[in-house]
């Protein structure tokens, strides 16, 4: 059975930062592209980030490149993100899935809040 648990999110200031996990169970992790998702009320979800199974990583959104990096434990089965300078424009409900399952809308997890206010 397919499972990721999100955690790591919470409330910081403008400029703080937030490192987020992913826990992975049910398939095969380290062979799979992983990315990272946000989703913010009214908006649509966008991939923040991805982390293919060979260490290569992109930020695929143009205000995430620069501010937060993907990485990934294959002998745990993780996936991280490490947001820095954080801006009132970043909060959202961020979630990790396959891309592919992804697009067809399976197997996400309850995501984890991150909120950013002064």
């Known amino acids: 059975q397919v499972q990721f648990v999100e955690s790591g999110g919470g409330l910081v200031r403008p400029g703080g930062s937030l490192r987020l996990s992913c826990a992975a169970s049910g398939f095969s992790f380290s062979t799979n592209l992983m990315a990272w998702y946000r989703q913010a009320p009214g908006k649509e979800r966008e991939m923040v980030a991805a982390?293919?199974?060979?260490?290569?990583?992109?930020s695929d959104t143009d205000s995430a490149k620069g501010r937060f990096t993907i990485s990934r434990d294959d002998t745990k089965n993780m996936l991280y993100l490490q947001m820095n300078s954080l801006k009132t424009a970043d909060p959202a409900f961020y979630s990790c899935?396959?891309?592919?399952?992804?697009?067809?809308?399976?197997?996400w997890g309850q995501g984890t809040q991150v909120s950013v206010s002064s």
């Open positions: 982390a293919n199974a060979a260490g290569g990583t992109t």
């Open positions: 899935n396959v891309p592919t399952w992804a697009l067809m809308g399976r197997y």
